[in-house]
């Protein structure tokens, strides 16, 4: 009886395994810690828009970051309208852009497959992790004075 080879295939890591691998070159940085630096830079971000606003805990968010990372998850919006969301993309898709280029300098500088080719990923991570007013309390305080 003959047997048949069998096929090679590539089993996935576990997420905390893959999170504790160690940067090459570096003594003591982990793809853990450079996720967390992305992630801040991003939190932050968010933040600093007046009209954004977080759906999720600061933990919550950490969390779905680093899934969108591990398995690159599809995102359903739930939180905002197709007029929110035409909005936002007209609004931020360039600043995200520019703050995913900087994320992928520090990707490439650790020579990391983090961010590699998914823009889009990361913007619709954004969107769905934040709510937009599409008045900020400042515009909608000048209309009050005005009428």
Not at 19 to 36: F, P, R, W
Not at 57 to 86: G, H
Not at 97 to 105: A, Q, R
Not at 126 to 141: M, P, Y
């Amino acid at each position: 009886m003959e047997t048949l080879p069998l096929p090679i295939t590539k089993m996935k890591v576990s997420k905390d395994r893959w999170l504790m691998t160690k940067i090459k070159y570096e003594e003591d940085l982990t793809i853990k810690d450079i996720l967390q630096d992305m992630m801040n830079k991003t939190y932050e971000w968010i933040n600093d828009r007046n009209d954004l606003e977080h759906v999720s805990d600061y933990d919550s968010f950490k969390n779905n970051f680093i899934q969108t990372f591990y398995e690159k998850i599809a995102y359903d919006s739930i939180f905002m309208s197709v007029s929110e969301e035409e909005l936002f993309d007209l609004k931020y898709l360039e600043e995200i852009n520019e703050l995913f280029l900087s994320l992928k300098s520090l990707n490439d500088y650790y020579g990391l497959k983090l961010c590699d080719d998914n823009f889009m990923d990361y913007f619709e991570f954004i969107k769905h992790n934040v709510v937009i007013h599409e008045f900020s309390d400042d515009e909608l305080s000048d209309e009050d004075e005005i009428h």
